[in-house]
């Protein structure tokens, strides 16, 4: 955590200390988990999530990016369209933190320097990293608890679509799965090791957990045209 945190600030450092052309701004919307407690719907927002977001320009076709995320990811067993989901009736809550950064792919050519409103649909993936609690549901009483803190890597993927308006402002509306390298995120796959045999694995315990935001990326841009030649 500690390598991934001071890659992030060398390269937000990096985007502030060239003369190329940034973008900085926030993002919120909705986000939905897909796991072993709840609905299984791909995209089905029941919790806002809400970040900040940097990029740097670095060509007519791709950007540099960076984010910060936070959300609430929860799932209910009653909202589940699987019968046996309906009638174990587990529930869970978690918060989660993620530190995102990769590479963002413009389809058509991006310049936020011509004078127009310019758009263009887009892609981004990259590596993740995320804090959230680990977990466990306790199958006597059906109760969700939080024992430790805990991280995973996660990998983005992401699409969307942009446009520039005015002199200084672009929006950006995006859906991106994350696939996580965790199981544990809904309890249903502890990883403290526990000696107490009420506590069980339940689920798919080979299929690691996902969720979904989908949201509307609002950005301030700055800094002088910048020289793609040699990039």
């Known amino acids: 955590m ?3 945190t001071s890659v992030l600030l060398i390269v937000i450092t990096s985007f502030l200390a060239h ?6 701004g926030a993002m919120v919307g909705g986000t939905n988990f897909i796991g072993d407690v709840g609905n299984t719907t791909y995209i089905a927002p029941n919790s806002v999530g809400a970040g900040a977001i940097i990029k740097w320009n670095r060509s007519l076709r791709h950007a540099f990016r960076a984010s910060i995320l936070f959300s609430n990811l929860k799932g209910d067993d009653a909202k589940s369209h699987e019968s046996r989901r309906n009638e174990r009736g587990y529930t869970f809550e978690n918060n989660i933190t993620e530190f995102a950064l990769g590479l963002e792919y413009n389809f058509w050519e991006y310049d936020i320097h ?9 892609l981004f993936t990259g590596l993740s990293y995320v804090l959230y609690s680990a977990s ?16 995973a890597v996660a990998i983005p993927m992401i699409i969307g679509y942009k446009f520039k308006f005015g002199v ?7 859906m991106g799965a994350r ?27 080979d299929n690691n957990d996902w969720y979904i935001f989908t949201g509307v990326n609002l950005s301030y ?11």
């Open 2 to 4: 500690k390598y991934f």
């Open 19 to 24: 003369s190329q052309t940034y973008e900085i």
């Open 114 to 122: 011509s004078g127009k409103n310019v758009s263009t649909p887009y």
């Open 136 to 151: 466990l549901i306790r199958p006597t009483d059906k109760v969700f608890v939080n024992y430790d803190k805990a991280g």
């Open 168 to 174: 200084n402002f672009a929006v950006a509306i995006e």
């Open 179 to 205: 696939y996580t390298f965790t199981d544990d995120i809904d309890g249903s796959d502890p990883v403290k090791d526990l000696a107490d045999s009420e506590y069980l694995k339940f689920g798919n315990v």
């Open 221 to 231: 841009t700055f800094g002088r045209k910048p020289c793609y030649c040699n990039f």
